[in-house]
């Protein structure tokens, strides 16, 4: 079992839609959580950023972190065709010494269609 | 502000060929360094990373190497490309070491990338 479960998709919902992107854990240590946005031929962009449980908004971009069932969220409101995208979620234990070593998901690819 | 370099952007190479990937960072100081790669349709492999200048670690045997001879440039190397050596490349940064945290930020950086393939 992965460490770290999302969803490949391909995810397609039409312009506007609220989108809501997930991922599963299993590793009870980890509590810092990110989502990164990966357009085609590029590299990641860090999107969001949160500690432990509760949510984080950042304009149309909602996280939300449940983390007495080892899941996380993020949502996107009023999707727009420039969201299309993969969406990557990280994870990490709090650190204690060495380089900080993410957990990704494989990454969900999403499409927002006119 | 910080940026991060990576190049060329695209290579191609014959197997058994010798490789050499460049990333630098401008902005910041001290940075934890990384390398990874992904592959098509899959999720991003941590190859190595670095928390100083010399200091290198690498998560998968293969024969790749990474050497950090300046604090902002991290290279990774290969004196013979294999054909699963094809990939995008990818390094990241995270911010220093800071006061009461043991080692480094949490969320990390990401350059443009390299995509190699190997014929």
């Known amino acids: 079992q992965k460490e770290v479960e999302q969803d490949p998709g391909p995810l397609s919902v039409p312009e506007g839609a609220i989108v809501s992107l997930n991922c599963t854990y299993s590793?009870?240590?980890?509590?810092?959580f990110m989502w990164y946005r990966q357009y085609s031929r590029k590299g990641p962009e860090l999107l969001m950023y949160?500690?432990?449980?509760g949510n984080k908004e950042d304009g149309r971009f909602t996280a939300q972190v449940d983390k007495s069932s080892k899941y996380i969220s993020l949502f996107i409101r009023d999707s727009q065709p420039s969201d299309s995208a993969t969406y990557l979620c990280a994870m990490s234990p709090i650190l204690t010494g060495g380089g900080n070593k993410l957990t990704f998901g494989t990454g969900t690819q999403l499409k927002v269609e006119l | 502000s910080q940026t991060i370099h990576q190049w060329p952007a695209t290579l191609v190479q014959p197997v058994g060929s010798p490789l050499s990937l460049e990333c630098t960072v401008e902005?910041?100081?001290?940075?934890?360094l990384y390398w990874y790669r992904q592959a098509a349709g899959r999720g991003l492999q941590l190859l190595f990373y670095s928390v100083g200048i010399g200091q290198i670690s690498s998560e998968v045997p293969q024969n790749l190497s990474a050497s950090r001879p300046q604090d902002r440039q991290f290279i990774l190397s290969s004196k013979k490309l294999l054909l699963s050596d094809s990939g995008f490349y990818l390094c990241a940064w995270s911010g220093p070491p800071r006061a009461g945290v043991v080692s480094g930020s949490y969320e990390q950086y990401f350059g443009p990338g390299t995509r190699l393939t190997v014929t």
């Open positions: 949160t500690y432990s449980s």
């Open positions: 590793n009870s240590a980890f509590q810092y």
């Open positions: 902005g910041t100081s001290n940075p934890n």
